[in-house]
């Protein structure tokens, strides 16, 4: 069972996803695993509210528009200027707009991404993923395993090329992370058959 769950977790794809990357202290993350020991969801932190209505208007809008595409083209202005006015009624920044579309390298067990900036290593980091097309939120917290200069076939500005372990992952969030590479591995295999 153990090694099932491993080779499992262990399935990597390279995707499209929104990423954000924070540098945190051990503690903060601490409190965080703390509180959700005693039945707090790392969910319901300060600042994290924005990213999960965000999430979820894009995920009901990606199902709305497979069935009327110009109602969720509608509703997609709609839910644009709300955070436009949002943003300018608060004044400030929330964790989703930390969110950049990037090129990773993802598993249950961790990540790899480009960065202009060098990570150190061992440092523990707040990440915010997004799963594409189906807009599926993951928040955890992760150390740095690796940061090393990018090789010359990695995309265009990547300078270092930073790896990190998850270290705080609900099981649900880590399903949901499995579920998707297999998902992504499924899709890039039946694109590899119709287009040899």
Known sequence: MTDGLNRRQSVRVTDRIMLAIHPVSAEKMQA???????GISPYNQEGL???????GAQSALAKLRERDADLADFLQHLDNKMNIMLKQARGGESPLDALVMRKANISANGIAF???APARLDEIVE????LLPSYTYVYSFGRVIACDPASEEEESGCKFRVA?????????????????????????????????
């Not at 509210?49 to 999430?55: A, L, N, R």
């Open 114 to 116: 480009c960065s202009d």
């Open 32 to 38: 965080v695993a703390d509180d959700f020991q005693q």
């Open 49 to 55: 509210t924005d990213i999960q209505m965000f999430i």
């Open 164 to 196: 990190l372990e998850f270290v705080f992952l609900l099981d649900e969030d880590r399903e949901k992370i499995i579920q998707h590479t297999f998902k992504q591995q499924s899709l890039a295999l039946r694109n590899r058959r119709l287009n040899p």
């Open 127 to 130: 990440i915010h993923v997004v």
